[in-house]
C-alpha cells in the first residue's frame, strides 16, 4: 500500500524525532500530543532539525519548505488518525498505555491503515490483539537523536502481512534510514543486547570497580562505542532502561534482573537529562508530556 500522510502520537523525545525523520523524508505529517507545551516544544524542535538538516547538506532549501508545509499538529487521537495512512505511536513505554492508544486508533483510523509502535522490547501482538486489523500492526523502533541515529528496526509480529512491512520498509528508506527486520521476541535485537550492557555498567559502578567517568571512557576508547553507557542511560532515560530490564527480567529470565543501584537512581528521581540529573548532574530539567519518556 502507498503511504502518504503518517500520524505520530506523543511529542515526546521520541516522537517529535520520528515527526522530522517523516517529514523531512516528504510525507505529509501530523504530530499529536494531549500537552500543549509539549507539542509546541515537539513543533519547534521538528523545525529546529529541518533547518539543521539544511545547514548539513542533508536536505535541500525546497525540501525543507516542503517538509513545513506539510506538518500540522493535532491535540487528540481521533482528530491525528483519521486521515493517516500510516500511525507511529510513541507514547510511554507501559502496555497498558499502548493498547489505549491501538484501541482508540481501531476506532477512529481508516479502516486500510497501519499501526506502529515504537516500543522498545514490548509485544506487538499484544497491542494488535485488541485491534481488528493485527495484519497491519507492526513495531518501527527508532533511535535517539532520530535525526542522527542511521537505523530503524523493524519487528515483524506473527500476524503482520506481507504488504505492512513491505509499505514500513519503504517508509523507513524515505526516512534516509538504514532497515533492520525483527522476529517479534522480547527486547527485539537492539535493547536485548544495549540492556545487558547498560546493567553490568552499573553492577560495576555499585561494585567500585571503577568511576562512572572511567567506565564511559573506557567504553568510548577502548571499545569505540560513540558514548558510554552512563552517558546514553541518561539520554535515553533511566526509569525507560528499568523498565525494560524488568521486562526482559519477566520474560527471558535471570541475566536480566535489574541492578539495584538502577532501582536506587530511578527512586530517587534520578532519571536523566529529562529530570536534571542520572548518573550526571544536567541543570536545565525538560518539560513533562505524553511521549517525554517513550522509546
Ligand atoms: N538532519 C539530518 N541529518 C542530520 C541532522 C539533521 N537535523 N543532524 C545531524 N545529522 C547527521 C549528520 O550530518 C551526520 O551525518 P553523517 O554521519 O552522514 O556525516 C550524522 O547525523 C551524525 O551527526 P553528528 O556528526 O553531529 O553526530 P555526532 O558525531 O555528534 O554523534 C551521536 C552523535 C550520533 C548521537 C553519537 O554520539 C552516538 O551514536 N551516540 C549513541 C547514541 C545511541 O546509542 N542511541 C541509541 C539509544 S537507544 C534508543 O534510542 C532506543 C531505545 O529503545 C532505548
Same mark, same amino acid.
Given at each position: ?163 505492512? *512491512? ?5 517508509? &523507513? +528508506?524515505?526516512?534516509? #534510514?538504514?532497515?533492520?527486520? =525483527?522476529?517479534?521476541? $522480547? ?74 543501584? *538502577? ?5 530517587? &528521581? +534520578?532519571?536523566?537529562? #529529562?529530570?536534571?540529573?542520572? =548518573?550526571?548532574?544536567? $541543570? ?12
Amino acid at each position: 500500500m502507498d503511504v502518504n500522510t503518517i500520524a505520530v502520537i506523543g511529542a515526546g523525545t521520541m516522537g517529535r524525532g520520528i515527526a522530522y525523520a517523516a517529514a523531512a523524508g516528504g510525507y505529509r505529517t501530523i504530530l499529536e500530543d494531549i500537552s500543549a507545551p509539549v507539542l509546541d516544544a515537539g513543533l519547534a524542535y521538528v523545525c529546529r532539525s529541518l533547518d539543521e538538516g539544511v545547514a548539513r547538506g542533508k536536505l535541500s532549501a525546497q525540501q525543507n519548505e516542503s517538509a513545513l508545509a506539510q506538518l500540522v499538529t493535532a491535540r487528540s487521537i481521533e482528530e491525528a488518525c483519521r486521515e493517516a495512512d500510516l500511525v507511529i505511536e510513541a507514547v510511554p513505554e507501559e502496555m497498558e498505555t499502548k493498547i489505549e492508544i491501538f484501541t482508540l486508533l481501531d476506532k477512529f483510523a481508516r479502516p486500510g491503515s497501519i499501526f506502529a509502535s515504537n516500543t522498545s522490547s514490548l509485544a506487538i501482538s499484544e497491542m494488535a490483539a485488541v485491534t481488528f486489523r493485527p495484519d497491519k500492526c507492526i513495531g518501527m523502533h527508532f533511535f535517539n537523536p532520530v535525526p542522527k541515529m542511521k537505523l530503524l528496526e523493524i519487528v515483524r509480529a506473527p500476524k503482520t502481512s506481507d504488504d505492512t *512491512l513491505a509499505a514500513c520498509c519503504e517508509v &523507513g +528508506r524515505r526516512m534516509g #534510514k538504514e532497515v533492520v527486520v =525483527v522476529r517479534e521476541s $522480547p527486547g527485539f535485537l537492539t535493547s536485548r543486547m544495549n540492556a545487558l550492557i547498560g546493567n553490568e555498567a552499573f553492577a560495576m559502578l555499585e561494585e567500585g570497580i571503577a568511576s562512572a567517568e572511567d567506565i564511559d571512557k573506557a567504553m568510548k576508547l577502548g571499545l569505540n562505542h560513540p558514548m558510554g553507557p552512563f552517558e546514553l542511560v541518561d539520554l535515553v532515560g533511566l526509569d525507560v532502561r528499568l523498565s525494560i530490564l524488568e521486562y526482559l527480567h519477566r520474560t527471558l529470565g535471570e541475566k536480566f534482573r535489574p541492578s539495584s543501584l *538502577l532501582r536506587q537512581y530511578v527512586a530517587a &528521581g +534520578r532519571l536523566g537529562r #529529562k529530570s536534571g540529573r542520572g =548518573v550526571y548532574d544536567y $541543570p536545565d530539567a525538560k518539560l513533562a508530556g505524553r511521549g517525554i519518556d517513550s522509546q
